[in-house]
């Protein structure tokens, strides 16, 4: 099993998730984080780092989601690795307030 970023990232690219993973498993394309498949231990640390609950187990992505599996499979390894903390990115498809309040 694998964790997966799904479309609530597009246009946000909160980063809290990559400072966390123990194994560099994030990949930073230029709108949004992508977990790579081969990297990720599913440890589950991301899951709670991330504002605006854009990831998932792979076995319980939303069936309106599953194409997002396939995605960060094919497109993660074409990025950059992401390990640190940088400003998110607050596009137009994203909302200015997260889901989740930050500490």
Not at 52 to 65: H, K, T
């Amino acid at each position: 099993m694998t964790y997966v970023v799904t479309e609530a990232c597009v246009d946000c690219k909160y980063t809290d998730c990559a400072a966390v993973c123990p194994v560099e498993a994030f990949h930073a394309a230029p709108d949004r984080l992508l977990i790579n498949p081969d990297t990720c231990i599913d440890c589950d640390a991301c899951v709670s780092e991330c504002p605006v609950e854009a990831i998932f187990r792979d076995v319980n992505v939303s069936e309106e989601q599953q194409e997002w599996i396939a995605i960060n499979a094919a497109e993660a390894a074409k990025h950059p690795v992401i390990s640190q903390k940088i400003p998110p990115l607050l596009g137009a498809k994203c909302s200015e307030i997260p889901k989740k309040s930050k500490r």
